[in-house]
């Protein structure tokens, strides 16, 4: 129940967040556009199983930069983005068609991190004010504009944005090509062994405990009563551990990935 806490996005705990990053992905991919997309990507500097470092840096820059940054280095950050958008589209061998660069797929992809950043609201800052949840939700357009979804496609407020949500679930859909790539993701195959042998189940149990059970349904995922409860569990530690830090450390990485960018942008360095 929301309570008279007033939250902002640098209160909210990015690092907490990332454990939740995998069940995101594949909420964003489990459009068949979206999935297809990344799956069949051949833009090489950005493929996670290849460059999961740099992967990573793009990601939570883009988070960072369209929250916390200043319209110019959105504008920035848009262009580089362009770029390696531009690459990705769908060929004549395709099973789906795709673009990269497809509005409505833009809104669901970031429809997806706002519902993120939702949850994470609901965790950490149960007492949030519904002032405070409606400027999150403002906010969070940013992550639809600083691509090419014009303000005006963002829904109105939260009651818009939970018809939305509604609408957008009833149509997912998760084929084997894109289930198998998402899989990997959600085990951590990207890593090198032995670090995805060991954390490899952890992760997953993790991502699956964060994913709606549409979600689940779609990667024919099982989860039980008692999986839940240990989930639970896990997300309550975490969430009271994260409390305890100082908001900069709470804010890290987003933090450091926008200093980097701004350095890049003054050295004239390639932003992705």
């Known amino acids: 129940m929301a309570g008279d806490r007033t939250v902002r996005v640098q209160d909210l705990g990015a690092g907490f967040g990332l454990i939740a990053g995998a069940a995101n992905v594949i909420m964003q991919l489990s459009r068949l556009p979206v999935g297809h997309g990344v799956a069949e990507s051949t833009v090489e500097s950005g493929q996670v199983f290849r460059h999961p470092v740099k992967r990573l840096r793009t990601t939570v820059t883009y988070l960072a930069v369209a929250m916390e940054g200043t319209e110019a280095e959105r504008a920035a950050y848009r262009a580089a983005v362009d770029g390696q958008h531009r690459q990705v589209r769908s060929t004549p061998r395709s099973p789906v068609q795709y673009n990269a ?10 429809a997806c991190l706002y519902k993120g950043i939702e949850d994470l609201v609901a965790i950490l800052f149960p007492d949030a004010s519904e002032a405070s949840r409606d400027t999150i939700y403002q906010e969070s357009a940013r992550l639809a504009t600083t691509l090419q979804v014009p303000d005006a496609m963002w829904p109105a407020d939260r009651d818009a944005f939970a018809r939305y949500w509604k609408e957008g679930v009833e149509q997912i859909e998760v084929d084997d090509t894109v289930r198998a790539y998402l899989d990997k993701v959600a085990t951590v195959a990207f890593l090198p062994k032995p670090i995805s042998t060991v954390f490899g189940p952890i992760n997953k149990f993790v991502t699956v405990g964060f994913l709606p059970p549409e979600f689940r349904e779609q990667m024919h995922y ?12 896990i997300v309550t530690a975490g969430a009271r551990v994260t409390m305890l830090l100082p908001r900069p450390v709470r ?9 980097d960018m701004r350095r890049r942008i003054a050295s004239g360095r390639p932003l992705v």
């Open 251 to 259: 804010n890290f990485p987003n933090n450091v990935y926008l200093w």
């Open 222 to 233: 099982r989860w039980t009563p008692a999986q839940q409860r240990r989930f639970d569990r």
């Open 101 to 110: 660069f497809d509005r409505d797929l833009q809104l669901w992809v970031a």
